[in-house]
């Protein structure tokens, strides 16, 4: 089993940076894809970043360039994923979820397989005001 525990939310102004962070626990995430999905109120929860096993990376079009996914590679623990995002808009307002997926498939084959993930955080609020 897996827990995943995110952090790092908050209000900000647009134009601004937070950083998310998603600690895992239970087992090490070297096999795993991770991901970052968000779901705004009223709306559907959507695909937002994926990193594959070996730190392959995909993003949604609505924030490319501007959010980027990484994961910590301390000795090899991988057990911390994170996501900066910068240039804050008032639309990034959601509750931001971390997931993570057994697999060791190319971030190609992620970006599918990830929409259904093995396990899910239970969210952090990122509010950007305009």
């Known amino acids: 089993q897996v827990q995943l525990v995110e952090s790092g939310g908050g209000l900000v102004q647009a134009g601004g940076s937070l950083r998310l962070s998603c600690a895992a626990s239970g087992r090490s995430l070297n096999a795993y894809a991770m991901a970052w999905f968000r779901q705004a109120p009223g709306k559907e929860r959507e695909f937002v970043a994926a990193i594959s096993w070996n730190g392959g990376r995909t993003y949604a079009d609505s924030v490319k360039g501007r959010f980027t996914i990484s994961r910590d590679n301390a000795d090899n623990a991988k057990n911390t994923v994170y996501l900066q995002m910068n240039s804050l808009k008032p639309e990034d307002t959601a509750v931001y979820y971390c997931?993570?997926?057994?697999?060791?498939?190319?971030?190609?084959?992620?970006?599918?397989?990830?929409?259904?993930?093995?396990?899910w955080g239970q969210g952090t609020q990122v509010t950007v005001s305009s």
């Open positions: 997931a993570a997926d057994v697999s060791m498939d190319s971030i190609v084959r992620v970006r599918v397989t990830i929409q259904n993930p093995d396990y």
